[in-house]
């Protein structure tokens, strides 16, 4: 336990000294959260320019529109609804950033022969890494979203907006796909991360887990599918199913000698 | 303390290490030398559990490498080949973290105390990175040191380093051989290795061989004795070369070469057939070869 703890704070002494990933960690999630109260204090009078008719919108605005809310106000809440699925890529880029560079820093800084000289075991070496990239993408997710929600009553001060921006779509996604998805980037990079050799090359590989998010946001403003808390929950389960398997495979695919002796 | 037995290692093609058959004693510092490639950092690193063997078996300090990996990293030190530091950390945080690692009781105690004792304590605030390459030697070592391993293994500890930092580094290892620990130690440096080893073990896939420096050199060029004459001619020495245990003389200048075995029991004699004959003998002194020259040969036979 004490080696995991010793870990974590090595590592994040060590990280956010790296510019890079002090970037992702602390603007990313704000600028998730700058833009979309920044489009709602944007469309403030909004509501008269768009058509009053609900049967004229497309079919993606009329889904967010409950029955209290007024044809600009639904307009408002979609929008603000495809800004937060770009928000989720808080939680999928912070782990893959710093545990990209997790098991390739310690080969460019060839500590890692030394790391693994000590009695730690992969285990152990392997909770650290994970949780020094996991903690972080959390905390910030979930600060973040604390943050736009507080945003969001300043600017409409209206429980019915209030309600309809921060439902239960959003808590579900932000405080159980947030973390979820967090996982899936740390287990994913972790195996990038023992099988390539330049941070670089990791950092780049890593980021494709953020592909699946950009799916969701493009397909809704498609209107292939409405982002709802089914989805969410039908989202969160799938999760948990890849999230296994990645874990599984990281833990098997990390073999001590392999990523010592491996050159390339 | 290291016992191994056909131990082998194979990287795809090429058999790094085959069928070595080792026993370093307890408390002794080994030399193991031999040319690039030949295989020592791989046998290290086995020994280290840092890699698994092909086949064969190993012992380190009663543990058996393959099965009590663990344990046996609990009770050896490593510094490795290419040792590295976290470069933006302070060397005395790098020394904690892996203080911690080992599981070390004391840390701020342990860090302390190498820390001074390798003359880095007034830069221990300083990030590694600014760090000279002899400094960050003298910290790598100090880290395979935090918990006070029985065995230590140092894979070339002073390639690179200025006469100055190697001497340090030097004078460093015999304390702590004094201390008891078993050294394992590899080295291009053959005076180094001369200075430091109880034993030296000449290393190509397989051990050459193994014994003292002394023994070696005997072995290899037998014993030689100089005795520096006022005037020499080659009657003498063909009189020096017909005792019975003298194997060979060799004449240069005025100084004669006698080799034999066994120099303090039998130059006594040489000494005393010298005067006899009437030669001014002006100092005696046994002829040391180099050990490089020892190793040279070993390794061009092989
Ligand atoms: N990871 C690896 N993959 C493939 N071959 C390797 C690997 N590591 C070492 N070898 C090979 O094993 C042999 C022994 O290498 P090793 O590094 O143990 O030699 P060494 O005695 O330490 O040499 P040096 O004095 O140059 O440090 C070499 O032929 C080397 O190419
Ligand atoms: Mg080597």
Redesign the interface.
Same mark, same amino acid.
């Given at each position: 336990m004490d080696k995991i703890k010793t870990l974590v704070r090595k590592e994040w002494a060590e990280v956010f000294k790296n510019k890079m990933v002090f970037f992702t960690v602390a603007f990313l999630p704000l600028m998730m959260v700058v833009l979309p109260l920044g489009i709602l204090i944007g469309m403030g009078g909004a509501g008269e320019s768009i058509p009053s008719d609900v049967g004229e919108m497309p079919a993606q605005f009329s889904a967010f529109c409950r029955e209290d809310l007024e044809t600009g106000e639904c307009f408002q809440v979609f929008m603000v609804s495809q800004f937060m699925i770009m928000f989720m890529i808080v939680p999928l880029a912070i782990p893959a950033t710093i545990a990209a560079y997790s098991i390739v820093g310690e080969k460019t800084t060839r500590t890692l022969e030394s790391i693994l000289a000590t009695p730690i075991t992969t285990m152990e070496l392997l909770l650290g890494k994970s949780l020094a990239a996991l903690i972080p993408a959390v905390a910030a997710t979930y600060i973040a979203f604390g943050i736009y929600a507080i945003g969001v009553w300043v600017i409409v001060r209206d429980m019915r907006l209030f309600t309809a921006m921060v439902d239960a779509r959003w808590l579900l996604a932000v405080f159980l796909v947030g973390p979820l998805m967090a996982l899936m980037a740390v287990n994913f990079s972790l195996m990038v991360s023992s099988r390539v050799n330049d941070p670089r090359v990791a950092e780049q590989l890593s980021m494709i887990v953020i592909l699946p998010v950009v799916g969701f946001f493009l397909g809704q403003i498609a209107g292939l599918f409405v982002i709802n808390s089914n989805l969410v929950l039908i989202t969160a389960a799938v999760l948990v199913v890849i999230d296994a398997i990645l874990v599984y495979a990281a833990v098997q695919l990390f073999q001590r000698e392999t990523i010592l002796t491996r050159w390339k | 303390m290291i016992q191994t037995e056909n131990l082998t290692k194979k *990287?795809k093609t090429v058999l790094a290490v085959d069928n070595l058959d080792l026993h370093v004693k307890q408390g002794e510092v080994f030399g193991f030398l031999g040319p690039n490639g030949a295989g020592k950092t791989t046998t290290v690193?086995m020994l280290?559990?840092?890699?698994?063997p092909t086949s064969g078996q190993a012992r380190v300090n009663g543990f058996r490498v393959g099965e009590q990996d663990?344990?046996i990293?609990?009770t050896v030190g490593?510094l490795?080949e290419?040792?590295?530091?976290?470069?933006?950390?302070s060397a005395e945080?790098n020394l904690?973290? *892996?203080a911690?690692?080992?599981?070390v009781k004391d840390i701020p105690g342990q860090v302390e105390k190498y820390l001074r004792m390798l003359g880095l304590w007034e830069r221990r605030f300083d990030e590694v990175g600014t760090f000279s390459k002899g400094m960050k030697q003298k910290l790598?070592i100090a880290?395979a040191l935090m918990h006070e391993p029985r065995i230590l293994f140092l894979d070339e500890p002073t390639a690179g380093l200025d006469p100055e930092a190697s001497r340090l580094v030097r004078d460093f290892i015999a304390e702590l051989r004094k201390e008891g620990r078993t050294i394992f130690l590899c080295t291009h440096n053959l005076d180094e290795a001369d200075r430091l080893c109880d034993r030296i073990g000449v290393f190509k896939s397989h051990l050459l061989v193994v014994d003292t420096p002394a023994r070696l050199r005997a072995q290899v060029f037998g014993r030689k004795v100089v005795f520096h004459l006022r005037q020499a001619d080659q009657a003498l020495a063909d009189r020096v070369t017909a005792l019975p245990f003298v194997s060979e003389t060799k004449l240069v200048d005025n100084k004669l070469l006698a080799t034999l075995d066994d120099p303090e029991l039998h130059n006594p004699d040489i000494l005393r057939l010298l005067i006899g004959a009437g030669a001014d003998v002006q100092f005696v002194g046994e002829l040391r070869h180099s050990l490089e020259d020892v190793y040279l040969r070993l390794v061009k036979e092989a």
């Open positions: - | *990287f690193r280290a559990c840092l890699i698994g663990i344990e990293r609990r490593i490795t290419t040792p590295g530091m976290y470069d933006n950390l945080y904690r973290v *892996f911690s690692l080992y599981e790598a880290r």
